[in-house]
């Protein structure tokens, strides 16, 4: 691998109603970007349609200094557009996508940089422990990334989340791919480039609350295993052939049994089997219904999120 200078230095960062955490977000860049030395740095915060103070915080601060641009969506369009909108804009020879909440420290990065200089596209903060989150939150992450490893098509690294550093050709590869239903970390994977990986220990949240709840969490692992995997199709593939064979097995019971006059009452291992059959087929509609309906959204053409107001993007910093 070829190494290199970093000369300029994006940073991305989603913001969803974390009116408390950003006076912590302002004064924790505030210590830490003049560490970077002559890097030059630009700080993107998307406002996901919140509907705190968080804007106004944002705006107020864009004012006072150049270096923060601010997108504003119309209204909330996720995580991952949010993410997405901030790659769009990036003008870095690499970029960093972090939470607003620090639980991914910024002591992390420089860690990340001397990776992306030694000739790394792709730094992704592996976790090796989660300060203060529940049994139940980690026991589900653990799940989650060993299942979604799995499922896909491409290698996922292991309990990683959006936090990581990206060349500028990794950022043009992924701002190329058309999709809506954007899942960042399997398309970061998909794309390839040198890969590493920098473990840290994931900090407890200070201020405010988790914007993943477990509704938002499971929806957002199917939407990871729609969008690089048939596996779910397939499983109902193969349940549909074992159903199947069953039947079969049960006709040639029925059909020996008949043949030597034994009486076959047949409503028990009926009911059962049609209630089986029955419920495999709804299954597998659904599952194939949430595929069609992937298509329908893709098809329509319409953009993942709508940018209401910016601020500074027009600025150097």
């Given at each position: 691998?070829?190494?290199?200078?970093?000369?300029?230095?994006?940073?991305?960062?989603?913001?969803?109603?974390?009116?408390?955490?950003?006076?912590?977000?302002?004064?924790?860049?505030?210590?830490?970007?003049?560490s970077?030395?002559?890097?030059?740095?630009?700080?993107?915060?998307?406002?996901?349609?919140?509907?705190?103070?968080?804007?106004?915080?944002?705006?107020?601060?864009s004012a006072?200094?150049?270096?923060?641009?601010?997108?504003?969506?119309?209204?909330?369009?996720?995580?991952?557009?949010?993410?997405?909108?901030?790659?769009?804009?990036?003008?870095?020879?690499?970029c960093?996508?972090?939470?607003?909440?620090?639980?991914?420290?910024?002591?992390?990065?420089?860690?990340?940089?001397?990776?992306?200089?030694?000739?790394?596209?792709?730094?992704?903060?592996?976790?090796?422990?989660?300060?203060g989150?529940?049994?139940?939150?980690?026991?589900?992450?653990?799940?989650?990334?060993?299942?979604?490893?799995?499922?896909?098509?491409?290698?996922?690294?292991?309990?990683?989340?959006d936090?990581?550093?990206?060349?500028?050709?990794?950022?043009?590869?992924?701002?190329?791919?058309?999709?809506?239903?954007?899942?960042?970390?399997?398309?970061?994977?998909?794309v390839g480039?040198?890969?590493?990986?920098v473990?840290?220990?994931?900090?407890?949240?200070?201020?405010?609350?988790?914007?993943?709840?477990?509704?938002?969490?499971?929806?957002?692992?199917?939407?990871?295993?729609?969008?690089?995997?048939?596996?779910?199709?397939?499983?109902?593939?193969y349940?549909?052939?074992?159903?199947?064979?069953?039947?079969?097995?049960?006709?040639?019971?029925?059909?020996?049994s008949?043949?030597?006059g034994?009486?076959?009452?047949?409503?028990?291992?009926?009911?059962?089997?049609?209630?089986?059959?029955?419920?495999?087929i709804?299954?597998?509609?659904?599952?194939?219904?949430?595929?069609?309906?992937?298509?329908?959204?893709?098809?329509?053409?319409?953009?993942?999120?709508?940018i209401?107001?910016?601020?500074?993007?027009?600025?150097?910093?």
């Open positions: 691998m070829q190494k290199r200078a970093l000369q300029f230095l994006s940073l991305v960062i989603p913001v969803y109603n974390e009116e408390e955490t950003l006076p912590f977000l302002r004064e924790s860049l505030a210590a830490w970007l003049p970077l030395g002559g890097t030059r740095t630009e700080v993107i915060l998307v406002d996901d349609g919140s509907a705190d103070a968080s804007l106004a915080f944002l705006e107020a601060w006072e200094d150049p270096r923060i641009k601010v997108l504003s969506f119309s209204r909330n369009f996720g995580h991952q557009a949010a993410v997405t909108a901030g790659l769009k804009h990036v003008r870095g020879d690499a960093v996508i972090i939470d607003a909440d620090l639980q991914d420290p910024l002591a992390v990065i420089p860690e990340m940089i001397k990776r992306y200089e030694e000739g790394y596209d792709v730094v992704y903060g592996q976790r090796r422990r989660r300060e989150e529940t049994f139940f939150k980690r026991c589900t992450a653990w799940i989650f990334y060993r299942t979604m490893e799995r499922c896909m098509n491409v290698p996922l690294p292991l309990d990683t989340g936090f990581r550093l990206v060349s500028r050709a990794c950022i043009d590869a992924v701002n190329a791919m058309p999709e809506s239903h954007r899942f960042l970390r399997g398309m970061f994977a998909w480039f040198a890969q590493a990986a473990p840290y220990a994931r900090d407890p949240r200070k201020y405010g609350e988790t914007k993943y709840p477990l509704r938002k969490m499971l929806s957002f692992a199917w939407q990871g295993i729609s969008s690089f995997s048939t596996l779910p199709i397939r499983l109902v593939s349940s549909g052939m074992c159903i199947a064979v069953a039947a079969f097995v049960a006709g040639l019971y029925a059909m020996t008949y043949v030597r034994d009486t076959v009452q047949g409503w028990t291992a009926l009911t059962i089997l049609l209630a089986g059959l029955g419920g495999m709804l299954l597998g509609l659904g599952i194939i219904g949430e595929y069609v309906g992937k298509i329908y959204e893709e098809v329509k053409g319409r953009p993942g999120y709508i209401q107001r910016s601020f500074n993007l027009d600025k150097d910093e």
